[in-house]
């Protein structure tokens, strides 16, 4: 027993101490699980070598864990982290709160997109550099649409997708449709719900944040999201998200695929079974001026009140300059580079031999967070709304949605839900007076 | 014969482990009775509140107190009931399909069987597997619509893939977590069993007594205070049910009071509001307990 | 005759037995063996049982990813070092109750329990505060202090079981020798009460290595359990069912093959004084 007590406590020694003895600086940085910042990992060694008294300490996690540490650490002034990945809706939000450092080493921010920029610039101060910048578009079997006999436009309709979906589906070959996600979450379902709605011209809250989905373009959305997916969908679409859709597109059961713009350099790259056969056009529209794609960046920056600011400033100016962008051109090719977030990768002449570059410069370009619907919003963001509320509000109608998909409930019956619980939320949180 | 100075040195001896547990209780709660009372979200400028000295929180009292409302939307939100009800019907479930499977399971593997250690080490390892896990494995292995091999086997049948979490999203979850204390229960029946006298046994089948009466008027008195440890035990672990829920992504239909209480705390950032939902559920808890042992605690006297 | 059908019947039993715990072992061994098929295998319908192309290169790709070992080693230090300084709290502990019980014994052991209760959730946001002021956030002191309140109460109890089977004759005994109630609690009881704290040791540690909300809130690297581990892989981009199907095993295999090795011990004890 006693030598049980000295292991672990010397266990407790060794771990305490080597926290403290190792390393000039050591900086922690929380990300996501996507494929680009695993790819990044890889990398880091370009940036220790120029950078000796710097060690990089990752903490990879799955998109909802990450966000709740996040959070969790950043409201609390935890300080457990130096670097964290945040997206497009919580930047304005930290920001406003003083959570955030400026960034003052990013690569020639004039060159980022400014439409991405946009959502991550709090009172004209960039706030978190975008890593990846990603909107939404219809990825689609260049050989299954022939063979239905149709062609894909390059700005088609949800006419057009309704009709082409309904001739490529056939269950018997486990040939389906279309493939949307379905999977309950603001960031899985209610991103895709969101967007469409808007190119139906419906929005979440009038002028004076009086929620919306008692009015007949919600109406008409949700009822067409439900039809095309119960009709032309994969089986166990309910729980579908990015992630399980992806695969299905790659397994070749999907005919087309309408998601986020980095899916592209998956959907053609070595573990599709689909990879020569995908062709790209932009998001839907209902002829209304706005289609139904979003805008969303994968976002480093800096939580206030850490000890290591300086180094963390370099490694974000570094993650985020050209120069990481020719790295990975020169390891893994163009068609891997992290997309969407800069004019001057869009102009080289190298990345648009990549068949998805226009298409998703295209898409980026179309969204406006600021203008998010055909009526005016007292909001901002494409398929979210930058309040604190909104991601509780979203999962919440997002499960109401997802059980309607699932045929649990009519569309009636889930708008009427979820006008109540968006009417609940808001007069607790004292938007409605 | 336990003398007045050896019961001092009992209470002496418990004092720690009550002391423990005390602080870890109390400590706690009383934060999060303090926080039912605030508006406290994580993300809202107002967050402050719980931060403030008490003459400042006079000041802002009206800011900051949110008297009773946390109670009143946790108390009044449609998904309140639904989630007792999960609650409910997971734990309810689980604990019958666990009874009485593993009683069944314990009297198969008490029987005289070739390869018995082999047939223990399997029935008894979805114990060890972490729930994280285990819900990974059962969402994206076993009940995958597509790729789950539950869909081949159905479809293989004629049946057609059965889309688990979408359609029987409670029957998915109750199946998950069954799947884990199933073989628990079955471990503490087994040994149970097995301490059974062995001439008892004998005796009861030369007099020629037919195996169900035997059955019933021997091995089932035999076997009450195990039952009531397992129901004991589990009920503790299966009030708490959360990960199978969050990893599967089933929490919008599936989801039972600690599930709920978490989307008020982690997603909506409400730490008022979970903390008056966390309190909640304690006390509902507490009076599932109650009823509990009022119904089979007396198993355990003596 | 009565041989025959007693061979009969140890056939069919045998059969069903087998059948039975082969159904419930299934998840894990086709976790098992999906975790050597290249991910082009691993989704393929109909699958492919024994006969594809085995593979390693899941586990290469999990390990190069993440450190395993580094949170291999959490979780041993974090279920051990728990479990050990729990049992330091729960042996006086449940020997005062069992060798001088109060009026009040029983109704303190059920408050213990019921400790248990509160979603952990409704106590996150205390607890993390509290941690944050103390500096114990991702630190094995802090986590190993949760661990060991969270399973004292079935530790405690299940000590006392065991405790109250052990003749207070043989103490009485060994107190008439002169004994003094320390040399009594080593000498004389822990060893008689050996196999019920072997067994003690094994469900606290399987439950403190399954331990999944506490492990995931309160560390971040240092102290990273594989609990922490499993969650970069839960959704990643891309087929994923064979690397996550290589990283479960590697999150499960030790305690697995540890219950096993120390099934007989888990059983005999694993009672919570149901036996009399």
């Known amino acids: ?433 | 014969m336990a003398t007045q100075q050896s019961r001092q040195l009992g209470r002496l001896a418990v004092a720690p482990s009550v002391v423990a547990l005390f602080l870890w209780m109390i400590v706690p709660l009383a934060m999060t009775i303090w926080f039912s009372l605030l508006r406290y979200n994580l993300l809202d400028p107002n967050y402050a509140c719980s931060l403030l000295t008490p003459g400042q929180l006079f000041d802002e009292a009206n800011r900051c107190f949110a008297g009773t409302s946390n109670y009143y939307y946790f108390l009044t939100d449609p998904a309140f009931f639904k989630a007792m009800a999960n609650s409910l019907i997971l734990v309810g479930w689980v604990l019958l399909i666990s009874v009485v499977g593993g009683t069944l399971l314990a009297l198969l593997l008490d029987q005289a069987i070739m390869g018995r250690n082999i047939v223990r080490l399997m029935v008894i390892a979805p114990f060890f597997v972490m729930p994280t896990v285990s819900a990974l494995v059962w969402k994206n292995m076993m009940m995958h619509p597509v790729q789950g091999f539950l869909a081949w086997i159905t479809k293989s049948l004629g049946l057609g893939a059965i889309d688990w979490f979408a359609h029987y999203p409670m029957t998915a979850i109750v199946i998950m977590v069954a799947w884990q204390w199933l073989p628990f229960a079955t471990l503490i029946l087994l040994t149970a069993l097995q301490s059974f006298d062995e001439e008892q046994k004998e005796a009861a089948q030369m007099d020629g007594t037919p195996p169900l009466s035997f059955f019933w008027y021997m091995i089932v008195p035999h076997l009450a205070r195990p039952v009531t440890v397992v129901v004991l035990i589990e009920t503790i672990f299966l009030l708490n049910v959360f990960a199978e829920i969050y990893v599967s992504g089933s929490g919008g239909r599936a989801g039972n009071l600690p599930f709920l209480v978490y989307q008020y705390g982690l997603i909506s950032n409400d730490i008022g509001g979970a903390s008056a939902g966390g309190l909640i559920a304690v006390v509902l808890a507490n009076i599932v307990a109650f009823f509990l042992m009022r119904m089979i605690g007396k198993n355990l006297e003596g | ?276």
């Open chain 3, 1 to 276: 005759m009565a041989r025959a059908v007693s061979t009969r019947r140890k056939w069919f039993f045998t059969i069903l037995a087998w059948s039975v715990a082969f159904v419930i072992f299934f998840p894990i061994l086709w976790t098992v063996l999906t975790s050597f098929k290249s991910e082009g295998d691993a989704i393929l319908i109909p699958p492919k049982f024994l006969f594809f192309d085995w593979t390693t290169e899941n586990y290469g790709i999990v390990q190069e990813r993440s450190d395993y070992f580094k949170f291999a080693m959490n979780s041993v230090v974090l279920a051990l070092g728990s479990t050990f300084l729990a049992l330091l709290i729960a042996i006086p502990s449940a020997w005062g109750m069992a060798f001088a019980p109060g009026r009040k014994t029983k109704d303190l052991l059920m408050w213990m329990l019921s400790t248990k209760m509160m979603p952990p959730v409704g106590a996150l946001i205390p607890i993390y505060l509290i941690f944050r002021d103390f500096g114990l956030l991702d630190s094995r002191g802090g986590i190993i202090t949760v661990l060991m309140l969270l399973n004292l109460p079935i530790i405690i109890w299940m000590l006392y079981t065991y405790f109250k089977e052990i003749p207070a004759e043989i103490l009485e005994a060994s107190r008439m020798d002169g004994a003094t109630v320390w040399k009594e609690l080593v000498y004389v009881l822990t060893p008689m009460a050996v196999p019920g704290i072997a067994s003690t040791v094994l469900l606290n540690v399987i439950l403190a290595w399954n331990e999944a909300f506490w492990t995931l809130a309160l560390t971040t690297k240092d102290a990273a359990p594989l609990t922490q581990f499993i969650a970069s892989y839960s959704s990643p981009e891309g087929l994923f069912w064979a690397k996550l199907s290589a990283a479960s095993t590697m999150a499960i295999a030790p305690i697995l093959v540890l219950g096993w090795f120390a099934q007989k011990q888990l059983v005999r004890g694993l009672t919570f004084g149901a036996v009399k």
């Open chain 1, 1 to 433: 027993m006693k030598s049980l007590l000295k292991g672990v406590l010397g266990a407790l020694a060794i771990a305490a101490l080597s926290t403290t003895a190792l390393a000039e600086t050591k900086l922690t940085i929380a990300t996501v699980n996507n494929g680009d910042m695993i790819r990044m990992q890889g990398l880091t060694d370009d940036f220790t070598k120029a950078n000796p008294d710097i060690t990089l300490e990752w903490v990879t996690l799955e998109e909802n864990v990450l966000r709740e540490k996040v959070t969790t650490d950043i409201a609390t002034k935890g300080g457990q982290f130096d670097v964290l990945t945040i997206g497009t809706y919580e930047v304005p939000i930290w920001g406003k709160k003083g959570w955030l450092v400026p960034l003052t080493q990013v690569d020639d921010p004039a060159d980022l997109l400014p439409a991405i920029a946009g959502g991550l610039t709090v009172d004209g101060k960039l706030m978190a550099a975008p890593f990846y910048g990603e909107s939404s578009m219809v990825m689609y079997r260049t050989d299954l649409v022939e063979a239905a006999g149709e062609k894909m436009p390059d700005a088609p309709t949800w006419d057009d997708i309704k009709r082409i979906a309904g001739k490529i589906t056939n269950k018997d070959k486990e040939i389906y449709g279309v493939c949307l996600r379905g999977k309950a979450g603001w960031g899985e379902n209610m991103a895709f719900i969101t967007a469409t709605s808007n190119s139906f011209g419906a929005r979440w809250f009038d002028e004076n944040w009086k929620p919306q989905f008692d009015s007949p373009e919600w109406k008409d959305a949700l009822n067409f999201y439900l039809d095309l997916l119960k009709t032309d969908g994969p089986p166990g679409a309910s729980s579908n998200g990015f992630n399980e859709n992806l695969a299905l597109f790659n397994a070749g059961k999907c005919g087309m695929w309408i998601d986020a713009t980095v899916a592209a350099s998956f959907v053609t790259g070595k573990e599709s079974t689909v990879a020569d056969k995908v062709g790209f056009a932009l998001a839907p529209d209902k002829g209304l001026g706005k289609r139904g794609n979003w805008l969303w960046a994968w976002s480093l920056a800096i939580p206030a009140g850490t000890q290591k600011e300086e180094a963390a400033q370099k490694f974000i100016g570094w993650a985020t300059s050209k120069h990481y962008t020719e790295l990975v051109a020169s390891k893994e090719g163009w068609a891997n580079v992290p997309p969407g977030t800069r004019t001057s990768l869009y102009a080289n002449p190298e990345y648009a031999k990549v068949p998805f570059a226009k298409m998703t410069l295209d898409s980026i370009n179309s969204a406006d967070p600021t203008k998010p619907t055909v009526k005016p919003v007292p909001y901002v963001g494409v398929q979210f709304v930058a309040i604190p509320e909104f991601a509780g509000l979203a999962t919440t109608v997002g499960q109401i949605f997802s059980a309607a998909l699932a045929g649990e409930k009519t569309a009636d019956e889930a708008l009427a839900e979820a006008q109540d619980a968006a009417t609940r939320e808001m007069t607790k949180a004292g938007y409605i007076k």
